[in-house]
């Protein structure tokens, strides 16, 4: 595997994204967020960066004053998930969107389900 700064930049915004939205689930639920975030950087033809960092879709990135993680263990956790999932098939079904399975944001009835993995549902357009 040939490392160039692209893949270790999506690395680092992948494993952020992870650990602020999924550092306490099962690995299976972190690496459907982390295709989630993949899906998406392949369809609108973005960097994981520019997915992340997109106004109002991953909500640590306008409600917290820092994107700086203080769980170490966690983070090296979602670090491993990043790379496993930026090396692995997708198997969330093309999954673009997910959200906590005790909310009901309006958005998903116009969304295919896909399936449940820890706490968050996920869909596709």
Same mark, same amino acid.
């Given at each position: 595997?040939?490392?160039?700064?692209?893949?270790?930049? !999506? *690395?680092?915004? *992948?494993?952020? =994204? +992870?650990?602020?939205?999924? #550092?306490?689930? %099962? /690995? +299976?639920?972190?690496? @459907?967020?982390?295709?989630?975030?993949? =899906? #998406?950087?392949? &369809?609108?033809?973005?960097?994981?960066? /520019?997915?992340? =960092?997109? %106004?109002? /879709?991953?909500?640590?990135?306008?409600? $917290?004053?820092?994107?700086? %993680?203080?769980?170490?263990?966690? *983070?090296?956790?979602?670090?491993?998930?990043?790379? $496993?999932?930026?090396?692995?098939?997708?198997?969330?079904? !093309?999954?673009?969107?997910?959200? #906590? $399975?005790?909310?009901? %944001?309006?958005?998903? !009835?116009?969304?295919?389900?896909? @399936?449940?993995?820890?706490?968050? &549902?996920?869909? #596709?357009?």
């Amino acid at each position: 595997m040939v490392l160039t700064m692209s893949f270790l930049e !999506g *690395l680092l915004w *992948l494993t952020l =994204n +992870i650990y602020h939205e999924a #550092r306490s689930e %099962p /690995q +299976i639920g972190q690496l @459907a967020v982390a295709h989630v975030t993949l =899906n #998406r950087a392949v &369809k609108t033809h973005e960097s994981v960066e /520019q997915v992340v =960092n997109a %106004p109002y /879709q991953f909500s640590w990135t306008f409600q $917290k004053s820092s994107y700086l %993680p203080t769980e170490s263990d966690a *983070l090296v956790d979602c670090l491993q998930s990043a790379l $496993k999932a930026m090396t692995t098939s997708d198997f969330t079904d !093309g999954a673009t969107f997910y959200h #906590r $399975k005790d909310v009901n %944001p309006s958005w998903a !009835g116009d969304m295919t389900y896909v @399936a449940q993995y820890g706490v968050h &549902k996920f869909y #596709r357009d």
